[in-house]
Nanobody, 125 residues
Framework: QLQLVESGGGSVQPGGSLRLSCTGADPVKTLDYYAIAWFRQVPGKDPEGIAC????????NYADSVKGRFTISRDNRKNTVYLQMNTLYPEDTAAYYCAADPIGGCHLEGEYTYRGQGTQVTVSS
């Protein structure tokens, strides 16, 4: 059973940056055995998949809404996946959570097997 814990959320002004972390705890496998995605959700709307990274070879995919501003990456030594968010806009305000899939590849839609509790990101002046 994989547990995911997000951190790094907070409040930032428009144009600012934040880095979110997703750390995994699994007694058998490290996070590089999972495809990992970041989702975000605002109240009353469906979750939006914004970035994902494949297991092992680490290819990535991004939603158009964040492409060129956000970067997903892995640090296998720390068993952590990061989401570097630059040039933040007020519309990036949401609860962000990471999700993991041990079998499938990186995808921005559909379900993942595991997900964390999330961390809030607020962008306002």
């Amino acid at each position: 059973q994989l547990q995911l814990v997000e951190s790094g959320g907070g409040s930032v002004q428009p144009g600012g940056s934040l880095r979110l972390s997703c750390t995994g705890a699994d007694p058998v496998k490290t996070l590089d055995y999972y495809a990992i995605a970041w989702f975000r959700q605002v109240p009353g709307k469906d979750p939006e998949g914004i970035a994902c990274i494949n297991k092992h070879e680490g290819s990535t995919n991004y939603a158009d809404s964040v492409k060129g501003r956000f970067t997903i990456s892995r640090d296998n030594r720390k068993n952590t996946v990061y989401l570097q968010m630059n040039t933040l806009y007020p519309e990036d305000t949401a609860a962000y959570y990471c999700a993991a899939d041990p079998i499938g590849g990186c995808h921005l839609e559909g379900e993942y097997t595991y997900r964390g509790q999330g961390t809030q990101v607020t962008v306002s002046s």
